[in-house]
């Protein structure tokens, strides 16, 4: 192999070393591990890996390794592949940051909407029922009702988040913030 080859070769993992460690230093966003953004970096310049593959990689061990790499599945930034003639499982890195960050921001804002919502509607319940009662003072209705109208605000931002939610899913959200924008 030549010399400019091989300096070649190491610009090349060396630019490609950059990325990673941007990519690990920012998945924290996404509630993973320091262990698992390192893994899910160094997977997205590969096809495919398997567990032993990225250990070696990697230097984790495999209940580590396995471990980072169930997390991943679970919020979609990797999957498990089929390579045949292999017994190995083979996992690959989602390359679509788009389809990354809609998976799971809209997971987790769907979650989050829908707990909140369902609390709201059981504390509402409770404020009226308290409202409603002939044994409540002025004091205790008063504060029961600027309580149940300050739930019924925040409301809007939920349902608010559900319409992100379902702009997203649907694409149209690209009309307003088109995916192709140049600096």
């Not at 990689?57 to 999957?79: H, N």
């Not at 990354?100 to 009226?128: G, H, P, T, V």
Request: glycine content about 4%.
């Amino acid at each position: 192999m030549s010399e400019s080859t091989e300096k070649s070769r190491i610009k090349i993992e060396e630019a490609k070393d950059k990325v990673i460690g941007a990519i690990a230093e920012t998945m924290d966003l996404y509630g993973v591990t320091p262990a698992a953004a390192n893994l899910y970096a160094t997977m997205y310049f590969e096809d495919q890996m398997t567990l032993d593959e990225m250990r070696e990689e990697l230097g984790m061990s495999k209940p580590s390794m396995s471990t980072s790499v169930r997390r991943l599945q679970e919020i979609k930034m990797v999957k498990k592949t089929f390579t045949r003639g292999s017994r190995k499982h083979t996992y690959a890195a989602e390359k679509n940051f788009f389809r990354s960050f809609m998976a799971f921001y809209c997971q987790m804002w769907e979650r989050e909407a829908k707990m909140n919502l369902d609390a709201i509607e059981e504390a509402q319940e409770d404020f009226i029922d308290v409202i409603k009662d002939s044994s409540s003072t002025p004091e205790i209705v008063a504060q029961a009702k600027g309580y149940y109208d300050q739930l019924e605000e925040s409301k809007t931002y939920y349902h608010w988040l559900e319409d992100l939610v379902e702009s997203i899913r649907s694409g149209e959200i690209f009309e307003f913030l088109p995916k192709d924008q140049q600096d």
